[in-house]
């Protein structure tokens, strides 16, 4: 079974930033998963945040565009979520997520919160 291990989070100041990255125990899983970040903030459903596929190519919630920026290191097995000009509502669990010929993978959270 796959692992998915988060690490990074945090407590920050709004405007401040964060870097979270994401490393995946199996490199054949990996290489062709389609890997994301998703994010679930108290009362609320969990949200796609970022996602990026095998090949690089990338999607962005609208509340994330130009503030956040997914990328993959395929000769680590990571996914990395590089958060600039953070705000309070960027409070949340974020959760590593990857997708693979049939088989999901979802990592423990790691908690983000932003202090305005």
């Known amino acids: 079974q796959v692992q998915l291990v988060e690490s990074g989070g945090g407590l920050v100041q709004a405007g401040g930033s964060l870097r979270l990255s994401c490393a995946a125990s199996?490199?054949?899983?990996?290489?062709?998963?389609?890997m994301g970040w998703y994010r679930q903030a108290p009362g609320k459903q969990r949200e796609m945040v970022a996602t990026i596929t095998r090949s690089g190519g990338t999607k962005y919630a609208g509340s994330v565009k130009g503030r956040f920026t997914i990328s993959r290191d395929t000769a680590k097995n990571t996914v990395s979520l590089q958060m600039n000009s953070l705000k309070s509502e960027d409070t949340a669990v974020y959760y590593c997520?990857?997708?693979?010929?049939?088989?999901?993978?979802w990592g423990q959270g790691t908690q983000v919160t932003v202090s305005s």
């Open positions: 199996e490199r054949t899983f990996f290489s062709i998963a389609a």
């Open positions: 997520n990857g997708e693979s010929l049939g088989r999901s993978a």
